[in-house]
């Protein structure tokens, strides 16, 4: 092979490496945009992570609590979605939820998500006296169980002192009172009430069409329903249009102690016991 025919190979064999990996980085490219399509329509039509920053769900849920939210069960609306839509006219595929359930949902102020339970739907009269839930002129029963012990961490203090305790190991603990309720429906869950409050008394009214009534667990701890709603506090009676999810699963938990510059720690810190939880 002459110098002529050497050079011309060895030109030919460049522009194949070029054109090849040319050819790589365009398929890289458009692996990661299937990736991001795949990633957001899954967020926004099957499951939406959220994350728990307060203790207004104690004891169900904690601050500090990764949860999955399943996005079907209640159709689907603007709020559903991770990406821009057209005006959407109420909910696609609409299901009302049940009472009990703990539902991901835009504040109607703000649209900052909330988490609360479900308590009156469309058409039921609701009220409060001493604490107590009337649905549709009934006490909701609400029985006293055994205390939560809730151990304290780096996101996790007391509300109040009185209720900041020792345990048998000298660690700091919360013992909150702790009480058991139980819908007209069967649905039963447990909630915390720490002492009588204005939030304890709420005047019956119906719940219009369209609308629903959520409660905190945490009574005493808890911007929901029985507040109107204003920007960073309650949320009044919300749409169900603002519907985003259905609490589902509990992937992570974490006490708050981890530090991202010390890897070990991200592990320390999780809430083992608490992964994997239904709700």
Known sequence: MDVKTQTEAANNQATTNDTEEGESWLSFLWFLVKLVILVVLFRSFVFSPFSIPSESMLPKLWNGDYLLAAKWPYGYSENSFDFPTPDIDGRLLASQPERGDIVIFKHPIDGSDYIKRVIGLPGDTIGMVGGQIVLNGELVPKERIDDLILPTSPNTGCARARYRMQNADGETVCEYPRFRETLPNGVSYDVLDFEVSDADSYPQRIVPEGQMFV?????????????????????????????????????????????????????????GDRLGNTL
């Open 215 to 271: 409660l905190g667990d945490n009574r005493d701890n808890s911007q929901d329903s029985r507040y109107p709603a204003m920007t960073d506090g309650g949320v009044g009676l919300v749409p169900l249009n603002n519907l985003v999810g259905r609490a589902s699963i509990i992937m992570w938990s974490t006490d708050g102690g981890a530090e991202w510059y010390k890897p070990w720690t991200w592990f320390t810190a999780a809430r």
